[in-house]
């Protein structure tokens, strides 16, 4: 064969795996969204709904405070559960958690196994993050203990999901998925923790897909309760600033009916008997929830901002924020004189090491442009880790909508598995009037006590890296 047959040949092999790696990609990034996710359920009357919230702040003198109350709330459930416990977390390790504020991990651990202890035959029903093990790579001490003491622990199956880094799993597809992976005979530094894990681990983890819900239904008495958080059961995370929202009621059989889609990914059978939650009825009382999951926080969360009017109040408090459509929104309401202000993470801490804050500071910037309020959370290792959105109306309602999602295209657009929940009702409502207060004293650092900085303080305006993000967002190139 001549030289140029053997190039034309090598060019032909080429080719050949380029669209064999396209069709992959696309095959990934356009997989149908399995039954029971995106899900919108029913809006049901409010029923003793609260807001909890964990924050970290500094005082006058630079002291760092930090107070919680999510985790003691989701322990205090699991503690007094006699039939069912659900419990749907996305990080539960010990990594990064040296100097961890509280040891969530083990906390909650031993919630669990005293519920098996003093419950032996309520089924307690663990689900969680493939990361946690990073994806078999190392051992999870904490959750074979579990599994030890008969709590179903369920290893979330996030294969059948549509790609969310679709250009690294097309070609995840064609020469990786198939691996097994070992807890033994890593040779590459683990980027969590100590000890060294395979590269195997490495090439899971790019894949970028996770299941990001924080959730948990267990029955309180003779009715049930609900909580969805945006916080995580890690020591790493137990400084950061997260709310959540628990509530009681058919509402609680709605959330617990949206994890039933995820445990039918990979163990239908452990949902069998899951009470189911009754059909909608006429709504007493002023103030009412809808569970909402995916696609379906993304809808909710654009049509709350479209549907603010001139003179109202619109405010948001977010980790990431990146989703074009969500950005668009947000300046389309402030041109037509909706009061927008938006509080962001600087995304420069994540557990010790610093970064080059992407996304934020580019949403930031063009938000900046748009002439929308912007400051920071003043954050001093610990992340603004809240996702929520409050809408203050003229007429006297408000409306907030909180839970695990990011606003991204990742945590949006049907790709990591989230909840969220819309409380909706009389801007008097405990809950509403909280989450008012709340965010009034971050944006204006009441009390004495630093919780927010100006937009100069971290403003970005290279536009290498504002483009750069959004490749990244579009892509899914990326973390967020």
């Known amino acids: 064969m001549t030289g140029f047959a053997q190039l034309r040949s090598l060019w032909f092999w080429l080719l050949a795996l380029a669209l064999v790696w396209l069709i992959s990609t696309l095959l990934a990034a356009w997989r149908t969204l399995p039954a029971g996710l995106a899900a919108s359920m029913p809006v049901r009357a409010a029923e003793q709904v609260e807001l909890l919230i964990d924050q970290t702040w500094q005082d006058s003198a630079g002291q760092s405070h930090s107070e919680q109350e999510i985790f003691d709330e989701v322990l205090r459930l699991i503690g007094q559960a006699r039939r069912l ?69 369920l290893i979330s199956n996030l294969a059948a999901l549509p790609a969310s880094n679709p250009v690294w799993t097309g070609l995840w597809q064609l020469c990786c998925r198939y691996l097994d992976n070992s807890q033994t005979g890593g040779w590459l530094p683990n980027p969590v923790g100590a000890g060294k894990v395979t590269l195997r681990s490495y090439l899971h983890l790019l894949n970028f897909r996770a299941n990001h819900r924080k959730t948990l239904v267990v029955d309180e008495g003779q009715h049930w309760t609900g909580l969805v958080t945006s916080a995580n059961p890690h020591d790493g995370s137990s400084r950061h600033s997260n709310q959540a929202l628990v509530f009681r009621g058919p509402a609680a059989l709605d959330l617990l009916e949206t994890e039933r ?127 929520w959105l409050l809408l203050r109306r003229t007429d006297g309602s408000a409306a907030l909508l909180s839970g695990s999602a990011n606003f991204t295209r990742r945590n949006l657009d049907n790709l990591n598995p989230e909840t969220s929940v819309l409380l909706a009702g009389p801007a008097e409502h405990p809950a509403l009037s909280r989450a008012a207060r709340l965010l009034e004293r971050h944006w204006h650092n009441q009390q004495g006590q630093t919780y927010s900085l100006p937009y100069a303080e971290f403003a970005d305006h290279s536009r290498w890296r504002y483009w750069l993000y959004r490749l990244m967002e579009a892509s899914g190139l990326s973390t967020f």
């Open 85 to 153: 416990v659900v419990l749907d977390m996305f990080l539960f390790n010990e990594f990064a958690g040296a100097d961890s504020y509280r040891a969530l991990t083990r906390e909650l651990t031993q919630a669990l196994l005293e519920a098996r202890r003093r419950q032996p035959d309520m089924p307690v029903i663990l689900i969680t993050d493939p990361f946690n093990t990073l994806y078999g790579g190392v051992a999870a001490a904490h959750l074979q203990q579990l599994e030890a003491a008969g709590v179903q622990v």
């Open 261 to 387: 889609a995820i445990i039918n990914l990979s163990a239908p059978q452990l949902a069998r008997d899951w009470p189911r939650p009754p059909a909608a009825t006429a709504i007493n009382g002023d103030a009412t929830v809808q569970i909402l999951t995916e696609g379906a926080v993304r809808d909710q969360l654009l049509k709350l901002i479209d549907s603010a009017q001139p003179g109202e109040q619109l405010d948001l408090e977010v980790f990431y924020l990146s989703h074009r459509p969500m950005i668009l929104a947000l300046i389309a309401a402030h041109q037509r004189g909706v009061q927008v202000r938006v509080m962001l993470d600087p995304n420069r801490d994540a557990f010790g090491r610093e970064k080059n804050g992407i996304p934020n500071r580019q949403a930031a910037w063009e938000l900046h442009q748009a002439g929308i309020e912007l400051r920071w959370c003043a954050t001093h290792g610990e992340q603004c880790h809240r996702k």
